[in-house]
């Protein structure tokens, strides 16, 4: 079994929720006591937010291709950031490491293709919807993505940061989100995607009429089935 590196910590919430989704899908796959070989670091999001804040995204991505980096040296056979949003910098993270980054992007959009969804409504922080890093990976594998419009993108956003990346799960919350999916779905999306790691604390499957990819729940368990290729092969 492949030795997986996380990063986490963005937000710590979420990437409880990646630790648990990856043993629980090796467990599921190997049985008896088996669990995932996995090192963890954990960032103090508090510096992450501040590159983000002040949209350094040079600083950020030194900040997790070092780690990226101290990972790969601990032995480490491949790597994964537990963010959507700070794939932003994965080019970064890449040029650092000699091991192969389990993109996020890569995951949902497998999970979309399974579910024969075209085209995906994207929720998530204002430039995961925003700006092209994301809906350009979710392309490349032929799936389009439909983003909300400016009002309904500042309203999933400051839920995001406000509430849910401190742990705060709010109902009023979950019907804004209802509201935008809907109108996501006006624009033609056929499902849509947590494109967020904490948005899954919110938003569920049974919330909405439409399919829900969890961007977690398809990361971790792409990260998971890539590192147990080497023993199911």
């Known amino acids: 079994m492949d030795t997986i590196g996380l990063i ?21 796959a190997l049985g008896g006591h088996h669990s995932a070989r996995i090192l963890l670091t954990s960032l103090d999001f508090d510096a ?17 291709a070092e780690e990226a980096r101290r990972l790969e040296t601990a032995g480490a056979d491949r790597i994964a950031l537990c963010t959507n949003l700070m794939h932003k910098v994965a080019p970064a993270v890449e040029a650092a490491i000699d091991v192969p980054l389990d993109h996020i992007g890569d995951a949902v959009a497998l999970a979309a293709r399974e579910r024969g969804i075209a085209r995906l409504g994207i929720l998530g922080t204002d430039w995961v919807m925003r700006e092209r890093f994301y809906a350009d990976r979710l392309a490349a594998h032929g799936v389009d993505a ?12 400051r839920i995001v940061w406000d509430e849910l990346t401190r742990g705060i799960v709010r109902d009023a919350s979950r019907d804004a989100y209802r509201g935008v999916v809907e109108r996501l779905v006006a624009q033609g999306a056929e499902g849509v995607v947590l494109a967020c790691t904490e948005i899954q604390l919110l938003l569920g499957p049974g919330d ?7 961007s977690m ?10 590192a147990l290729q080497v023993v199911v092969a």
């Open 8 to 28: 986490g910590g963005m937000s710590w919430h979420s990437t409880l929720d990646y630790y648990r989704a990856i043993n629980a899908r090796v467990a599921e």
């Open 48 to 64: 992450v937010r501040d590159c983000q804040v002040r949209e350094d995204w040079d600083a950020a991505g030194a900040m997790l």
């Open 146 to 157: 439909v983003v909300p419009g400016p009002e309904d993108r500042a309203i999933v956003d």
């Open 208 to 214: 909405v009429a439409v399919p829900v990819i969890d």
């Open 217 to 226: 729940a398809a990361h971790a368990d792409a990260i998971a089935t890539r």
